[in-house]
């Protein structure tokens, strides 16, 4: 299998990128952003709950996600490998999905991180915003709230990664192609 980790602070492409990634390399998308959004307009209990978070910029409780990817790697056997898009955001996080792989005699291969410079995040997160309903996306305030975040308690996953060598930096500025390219050039030296 070859499993991936797409990180990155919000707005740097994570989501636009996965689904390049997965049509390259026939890999199943899991992304935690994507999958609290279905919970929530479904009106489920995880998804009421999952909102008050999402709409002030705040990350989901580690326990609610970290169930949501338990069932979903369960759910989905037979696949040639996973894009974890949005996850893990916490060292919590990726110690959990490390053992739950693990149990399954699988393991992260990559975590390729976006580099993107603050303005154009903040840039790329208004302008979906325009064009999108997400209430996450509406306000510049809950926006810069979220990139802090990131800078104070996800940024931190990459020392993780680094660790076990697996952490590959790569540049999330200039076109969709061109970002796209340099993720496939990380992940065939990898290969
Ligand atoms: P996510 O859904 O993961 O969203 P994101 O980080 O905001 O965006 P992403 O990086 O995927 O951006 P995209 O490609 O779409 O999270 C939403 C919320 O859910 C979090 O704030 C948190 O509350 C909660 N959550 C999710 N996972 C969690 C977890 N594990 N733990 C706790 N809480 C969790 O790109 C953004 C925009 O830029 C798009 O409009 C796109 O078109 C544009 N764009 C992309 N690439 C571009 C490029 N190269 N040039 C120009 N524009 C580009």
Redesign the pocket.
């Known amino acids: 299998m070859l499993n991936i980790v797409l990180f990155?602070p919000?707005?740097?492409?994570?989501?636009?990128q996965s689904q390049k990634l997965i049509k390259e390399y026939n890999l199943m998308h899991l992304?935690?952003?994507?999958i609290?959004r279905e919970e929530i307009e479904k009106q489920t209990p995880l998804g009421i709950e999952a909102k008050s978070?999402?709409d002030r910029?705040?990350?989901?409780p580690d326990q609610m996600?970290v169930g949501m990817i338990g069932q979903a790697l369960d759910q989905y056997r037979n696949v040639s490998g996973f894009v974890f898009?949005?996850?893990?955001?916490t060292t919590v996080?990726a110690n959990r999905l490390d053992a739950m792989l693990k149990e399954k005699g699988e393991s992260i291969n990559l975590m390729m991180s976006l580099e993107v410079d603050h303005n154009e995040l903040v840039n790329?997160?208004v302008?979906?915003g325009k064009e999108s309903n997400r209430t996450?996306d509406q306000d510049v305030s809950i926006i810069r709230n979220?990139i802090n975040i990131y800078n104070e308690r996800t940024k931190i996953v990459i020392d993780f990664y680094k660790a076990q060598n697996k952490y590959r930096a790569v540049k999330g500025m200039?076109?969709?192609d061109e970002?796209f390219h340099g993720l496939c050039d990380a992940v065939e030296a990898y290969k």
């Open positions: 990155g919000p707005g740097a492409g994570k989501g636009t992304s935690t952003g994507d609290l978070y999402i910029g705040e990350l989901v996600v898009d949005g996850f893990p955001r996080q790329r997160l302008n979906r996450d979220r200039g076109s969709i970002v």
